[in-house]
């Protein structure tokens, strides 16, 4: 389980994060730095690739934001 995590960049050359098992997300969206759970800033040809899971918690997670909208996964 991770309660927020944030990878800054410049980087020289390409990134790749390799997932294989499951990424798990506290129940208390409260926690999270800067209200995400992992972030990517300032990088350039990332790549996210394997087999694992990014379990956001959301069934639990939901019930107690304070958030008027349902926020999405977003890729820029």
């Avoid at 050359?13 to 969206?29: D, E, R």
Wanted: with cysteine; hydrophobic share 35%; aromatic share 12%.
């Amino acid at each position: 389980m991770i309660y927020g995590v944030t990878f800054f960049g410049p980087c020289k050359g390409s990134l790749i994060v390799k997932i294989q098992g499951v990424i798990k997300a506290s129940t208390n969206p409260n926690i999270f730095c800067k209200g995400s759970w992992i972030s990517f800033e300032h990088i350039n040809n990332l790549e996210i690739k394997g087999g694992g899971t990014l379990d956001g918690e959301g069934a639990s997670a939901w019930g107690q934001s304070q958030c008027a909208t349902r926020p999405y996964v977003s890729f820029h």
